[in-house]
């Protein structure tokens, strides 16, 4: 069973940086693009930054381009977000989502519970 698991976050002063860690586990033979999603108080949802396997092209939300930048290990299962010149309006609970696809697999999303992030002026 595909899961994923986030860590890192955390309380930071603004203009620090902060890392997350995405781990995937239970992995198949198909394809996972890997994504960050945060939701700030009394906020919708919104995307961050998404990285596509297997070409590791990297996508960013204009809020976050240039400040934070995702990366996958070694192990292709775990993937960083790493948060640089940090805003209070950073401050969400910051999700990873790994979406499923490819030849012989159903294209799903599944999503971590998230890890929270606050950053104080």
């Known amino acids: 069973k595909v899961q994923v698991l986030e860590s890192g976050g955390g309380s930071v002063q603004a203009g620090r940086s902060l890392k997350l860690s995405c781990r995937l586990s239970g992995r198949s033979h198909c394809w996972y693009d890997m994504s960050w999603y945060r939701q700030g108080p009394g906020k919708e949802r919104e995307f961050v930054s998404l990285?596509?396997?297997?070409?590791?092209?990297?996508t960013y939300a204009e809020s976050v381009e240039g400040r934070f930048t995702i990366s996958q290990g070694n192990d292709k299962d775990l993937v960083y977000l790493e948060m640089n010149t940090v805003k209070p309006e950073d401050t969400a609970m910051y999700y990873c989502k790994a979406s499923q696809s490819g030849i012989l697999c159903d294209d799903e999303d599944f999503w971590g519970q998230g890890t929270q992030v606050t950053v104080s002026s």
């Open positions: 990285i596509k396997d297997p070409s590791g092209q990297k």
